[in-house]
């Protein structure tokens, strides 16, 4: 299956009505909490996750008894997996990624932050991205980023309340 990036539409556009980029959010899956803030124009897609620490496939009351994820979790335990399989079972993921749709529709080989010949369109979706994320109140990034700078400076944070500005 290949996606189709030209004209982008949204769920619920009007007909016709294409966009230049479009933005979408993860904040759960199943029980599980994820922050992950994604933008998309005809050619790349730039994925930020602000849970890098967090895996993929992060343990779920809901799909744990399937036999696919019990199969996945064996396999990922015995050193058996490679490529896509083996990252998407990583206990770990990247902070950023970025895909070339054109050459990788299925979004497999992310050519990280910065890759060298993406380097120009990876800025600009990356400004777009942080862009969007201020436009429209996306709180949920702004507490990472301040909590970032806060620990950067080693400052020490007694209060949550008191450390976003509700005290």
Known sequence: MTRSASP???VGCAAGQAHERLFAIRDRVDECYELTRTVRDERWRSIR??????????LSSYSEPTPTRQELRRLAAEGKLTGAAK?????????????????????????GAVGSK???AAEAIRSALAKASRGKGDHATYVCSALAHALAAKRLLYNYTHYIGMA
């Open 8 to 10: 982008l539409r949204a």
């Open 49 to 58: 996750n602000f849970m890098p620490h967090r895996p993929r496939m992060q």
């Open 87 to 111: 990252d998407f079972m990583s206990p770990t993921k990247a902070p950023e990624e970025l895909y070339d749709t054109q050459a990788d529709p299925h979004e497999v080989n992310s050519l």
């Open 118 to 120: 993406a380097r120009p």
